[in-house]
Every structure is written in C-alpha cells, then in structure tokens.
C-alpha cells in the first residue's frame, strides 16, 4: 500500500518462458466442468494476474481478497537441482514445477515490527479435494535449442495425481510430479529423476521415485526404473575399470538416505541396454 511498481519490466522474447507465469482463467483446470467451477471460485478470493503481480494485504473488507496467487510461486519453476546443458547441440534441458502458491501482507504488529505491513502466509494453494488449481503439466521438462532461442519439446515428468479419486476414471495421460526433479545428460541420453518430497511443499501425494532415460533429440522415454524412493539431490556419473555409473542420492520420510548406483552390464558396449541396478549404502 503505498508503493508503486516500476512502469516497465524486463520481459525476454527468445527464448520463451520454459514455464507459466500468470494465472488466468484459461489457466485453470478443466478435467471437468466441476472441477473447473471449483477452481473458479477458489480464485475468487484472491488477487491474481500476469508476471510481477505483487503481494496483496489480506482484507475482510467488501473487495478484500486473502492474498494474491502467484506462479510458478516460491516452489516452483526451476530450483538448485539446476539444468543440463549439451555442448555438442546447444540443447539446455530444464526440469521445473507449476506449483501456484499464495503471497500476501498482514499488518504489523507494533510489539513486533515498526513495518505498516509484514509477510504473511505463503503457501501451496489447491482445490478442496487436493487437486491442482490449474492445468497440467504439474513437472515439466523443456528442451530449449538455444541456437535458435526456440523450444525444441516439452514433456510431462512422472503421472502426477491423474490416480486421484475424481479423475481416475478419465484415464488422463501423465501430468507430471511438482517437484524438484534431477538432470544429466550425456552423448546419448538425457536422465531425470521424479524427485521426493523431502523438503519441498508440493500437492498431498506428489512426488516419485523413478529415474528415466530420454531420447534428448525428442523427448520419448526409452527406459525408466522405479526406486525404492525419490531423488534428493542432483545426479552424477563417473567412469571407473572401463565401466561407465550412473549415481544418485534417494531418501524420504520412510526410507533411509542411500546412494543408488546404475551401470550397463559388463562387457556392454551399446547404450539400448536398460541398466542394471546396483544398491550402494
């Protein structure tokens, strides 16, 4: 209140946004005409817009809204588990999540802050049911050709809640998980894991524990393995006697912290193979 933003912001043409920006009513979800109703009067309470749309105070008062929806929100787009970069092609691949949360400002309270205003809540927003506010891919990875500033693909990143009771039934093709999802791509192929939960607000039931091997030129699956948990960190790989290893660090609230490891069998020499899996703790 009182402020005023910057009457121009940056906003880059090429390459385009590798995830959503705004909320809008073509934005929200849409499996069905009822779910659809749910979500708009959801938004109803709040402020929401194109980028840069800043936090609102919350108000009671006729008009007043309980803050203002952001997205990708402050758990989402990309995160630390970072992007792989290609060298050879020029191809940035780019896991994030589209994972709408609320920002708003509540007044201060003199025998806490000489602020007028302060940071109030900020947090995942979602139907009532537990489905997402707005339309999949929920995790997303983008293939950006930075060559010609274009998006080459875009695929979703695991099933995502499409097993959820009220749309189950619609046989939905995969949404994609909301969370911190790990790459690494190599000459051949591009790896990703779903990601765990560990640490991140994302919807009840996100989350994965599968590890997928990419076509990194078209973005179809050609071999995945579920783990006993999710990642929890970035992927690495290493080469030792010959044999070239796959590693990643999985963990969660059920399971202990470990570091699994995937090789090739020995003596392969053709990456069509699905690896074998070898469990280090």
Do not use: C
């Not at 980028?51 to 609102?56: A, D, E, G, V």
């Amino acid at each position: 209140p009182g402020e005023k933003t910057s009457p121009t912001q940056p906003f880059p043409t090429k390459p385009p946004a590798f995830d959503r920006q705004s909320v809008t009513d073509d934005d929200l979800i849409d499996f069905t005409p009822e779910l659809r109703a749910m979500a708009r009067d959801v938004v109803g309470h709040y402020k929401h817009g194109p980028l840069f749309t800043p936090p609102s105070v919350v108000s009671d008062e006729p008009g007043g809204t309980r803050g203002t929806i952001q997205l990708s929100g402050s758990v989402g787009g990309a995160d630390w588990t970072g992007a792989a970069f290609d060298p050879e092609t020029a191809m940035l691949y780019v896991p994030s999540m589209t994972n709408p949360f609320v920002a708003n400002l509540i007044p201060g309270k003199s025998e806490e802050t000489n602020l007028r205003y302060r940071a109030g809540d900020r947090r995942l927003i979602q139907l009532p049911n537990g489905l997402p506010l707005i339309k999949p891919p929920y995790g997303r990875i983008t293939a950006i050709d930075l060559n010609r500033g274009e998006i080459a693909w875009t695929v979703p990143n695991g099933d995502g809640p499409r097993n959820h009771p009220l749309v189950k039934d619609l046989h939905l093709p995969p949404l994609g998980h909301a969370v911190r999802a790990a790459p690494l791509v190599t000459r051949t192929l591009l790896f990703v894991t779903e990601g765990d939960q560990v640490n991140v607000r994302t919807p009840p039931g996100g989350g994965g524990r599968k590890i997928r091997a990419f076509d990194k030129a078209t973005g179809t699956i050609v071999w995945e393995y579920e783990m006993e948990a999710g990642s929890t960190g970035t992927l690495m790989t290493y080469l030792h006697k010959g044999r070239q290893y796959l590693v990643v660090a999985i963990g969660g609230q059920n399971h202990p912290a470990e570091f699994v490891a995937f090789a090739l069998p020995a003596g392969t020499r053709t990456s069509q193979n699905s690896p074998e899996g070898l469990r280090y703790r």
